[in-house]
């Protein structure tokens, strides 16, 4: 189980089944990433989005991509609706970060983890 199951988001609940290690945007996650040395995995969506349902589907469930998640990042899932301060765009995003704001990667979307 990962660290979504005490949130209130339906779009964070709609993820507590998959196998990547989510948090929700929390000191916690940002003070774990910072104690071992990991990236952030950030992923921004929101509960009626095709395309969020669609990366949910061909990574997020994925349980090779979730390995290579948990142990290589500190994975937060953020509902666009509920923190439009995070993410201001239309689109669902999945960044990586060095630490607490500083963004290295950027993409709108990541189907098909193969080409990656």
Known sequence: MNHLHTENSPYLLQHIDNSVD???????????????????????????????????????EDEEVAELLNQNYISIKVDREERPDICAGSKPTDCCYLSKGAESTYSSTLPDWQRI
């Open 22 to 60: 989510w948090y929700p945007w929390s000191d916690s996650a940002f003070e774990r990433a910072s104690s071992e040395n990991k990236l952030i995995f950030l992923s921004v969506g929101y509960s009626t989005c095709h395309w969020c349902h669609v990366m949910a589907h061909e990574c997020f």
